[in-house]
């Protein structure tokens, strides 16, 4: 039976499309009250939320076969984690999906606060040409204090950096060698930083230490004529008390995307001409809703597959900063743990992975534990996690080595993965982090594997490429894409080749017979 998931609300089509491709059973529901979602979700395996849904312990209790919590988004501050993980319950999240949009979003802000835009734009749109009342400032020159530099802080830092600004930062858990990196000069206490500061943004998650984080002392301390940015979690800033300051001028203006109740109708800022309000839109993109389903449905069905899943805020096997820079690479090594059982045909006795360019300083434990997790998909339930990887490879006959290279080539970062001589090479490729094989079989590619292909290794010729495609074309299978390596010096050549569906016996031999094929695979991710 297949497995089912609840969807509460809207996700991209590009999710909802790989669930069900996946084999997934997918009901939507959107609007449920927390009376209806508590009668509805007992039959299914997995559930997916966004912002709104509430997964209250209560919810989570009436949840009998639930296995998974997908956050289709960065936070997961409406999800009960606690009560989750008393049940065994994975609570994960798509924590890089919106991102870019939300860094983009508060430079949109800080532009907009500068410029005075949507004062200026309000005064055309009421028939005034009145280009004294919105001096602006610029940018260039100015200081940034960023409170947070986590993922959207870094991003923030980037641009801010490309507009000239001077940057200056708070965040307890950022190391000295990070800021320096990102050309921040980070501080120890909030204190040190308010009074530096001609733009104040954060990047920072509510929790009690940050709600109220913002109140009278600190906009006090804060330098005359401040703009504060706030698109990460409303009660960061004290609204009352930045109410307050707006009007005194003290700040001399604010530019919010979020707030602590939701739908925000009405609040000391609304109809103050120096307060630009936006409703909690720094996420609502395009590309990053399509992200954030892409992301989610990859991460519920590894989860329901009983695979690992790198981004479980619950299960989590990494600090943060170092899962960021690698969990991306676990489905293409999980990938790549897959196609190589079937190019071997069985489990190996040695695998080496190696983590190339900037994964190289990286702890390999997470990506050596998605290629066993994909090389191991047939003959394990839950086991493979980061802690039990060397103990789960031994089960199996199988000597793990890594190793590490900072030279990629041409890649920014790649992962190189051997088994009993057979080697793959992958790499992720644009904001989606497409897992693209970069090398197989030592032969250099660049493509992005299908669920179906077919890989062959010949003698090379000429007319060999016609005669795959003749045949593939008159059994009537689709080839999507295909790459073609060589090995000038062996006079030996590969192709990888997308096709739609799984290609029959008979058209596999009749390949063998027209080509006289060294190898061929059929191969199924």
Request: proline share 5%; charged share 20%.
């Amino acid at each position: 039976m297949a497995k089912r998931v609840l969807v509460t609300e809207r996700i991209a089509d590009e999710g909802l499309e790989a669930l069900e491709r996946r084999g997934l059973e997918v009901d939507v529901r959107l609007d449920l009250t927390p009376e209806q979602l508590i009668e509805a979700i007992p039959p299914y395996d997995a559930i997916i939320v966004r912002s709104a849904t509430r997964m209250t312990p209560e919810v989570i209790d009436a949840a009998a076969n639930l296995k998974i919590i997908g956050r289709a988004g960065v936070t997961v501050d409406n999800i009960n984690v606690d009560a989750a993980t008393a049940k065994g319950i994975i609570v994960c999240n798509a924590p890089t999906s919106n991102i870019v949009s939300a860094a983009e979003h508060t430079m949109a802000l800080l532009l907009a606060a500068a410029r005075r835009i949507p004062q200026a734009n309000a005064s055309m749109h009421g028939g005034e040409w009145d280009r004294a009342s919105f001096v602006g400032s610029e940018l260039l020159g100015k200081t940034l204090a960023i409170f947070g530099l986590g993922r959207i802080g870094e991003l923030v830092a980037q641009r801010a950096r490309a507009f000239g600004m001077k940057l200056v930062a708070y965040d307890p858990y950022c190391s000295l060698e990070r800021a320096e990196h990102l050309g921040v000069r980070l501080y120890d206490t909030v204190g040190e930083v308010l009074p530096l500061a001609d733009f104040i943004t954060v990047h920072l998650p509510k929790t009690a230490e940050t709600t109220h984080m913002f109140g009278p002392e600190q906009f006090a301390a804060m330098k005359e004529g401040v703009v504060v940015v706030n698109t990460a979690r409303g009660g960061i800033y004290d609204v009352e008390s930045l109410a307050d300051f707006v009007a005194a001028g003290k700040v001399a203006g604010c530019a919010l995307d979020v707030y602590e109740d939701e739908p925000c109708h009405e609040s000391p800022l609304h109809g103050m001409g120096s307060a630009l309000l936006t409703p909690h839109i720094a996420a609502v993109t395009r590309e990053a809703q399509a992200r954030a389903g892409r992301q989610i449905a990859e991460a519920v069905w590894a989860g329901l597959e009983g695979s690992m899943v790198p981004t479980a805020i619950n299960k989590s096997p990494l600090p943060p900063e170092m899962l960021d820079a690698i969990a991306p690479y676990v489905p293409a090594c999980r990938m790549m743990g897959r196609l190589l059982l079937q190019v071997l045909g069985g489990t190996p006795k040695l695998l080496r992975v190696e983590l190339a360019g900037g994964l190289a300083s990286s702890d390999p434990a997470l990506l050596v534990s998605g290629v066993l997790d994909g090389m191991l998909t047939d003959r394990k339930a839950a086991d493979v996690t980061t802690p039990d990887t060397v103990s789960i490879a031994s089960r199996y006959g199988i000597h793990v080595e890594t190793a590490a290279e900072s030279d990629a080539q041409e890649y920014a970062s790649a992962v190189r993965v051997t088994a009993d001589g057979v080697e793959v090479a992958s790499t992720l490729f644009g904001l989606d982090q497409t897992a693209r094989i970069v090398s197989l079989l030592d032969y250099k590619i660049d493509i992005v594997p299908a669920s179906h292909s077919l890989v062959m290794e010949y003698d090379d010729a000429p007319g060999r490429i016609g005669t795959i495609g003749t045949i593939l074309g008159a059994a009537g299978v689709n080839i999507t894409t295909m790459q073609i390596g060589t090995k000038p010096a062996d006079g030996r050549a590969m192709v990888y080749i997308n096709v739609e569906g799984e290609v029959p016996d008979a058209v596999l031999d009749e390949l063998r017979d027209a080509i006289d094929l060294k190898s061929l695979w059929r191969i199924v991710l």
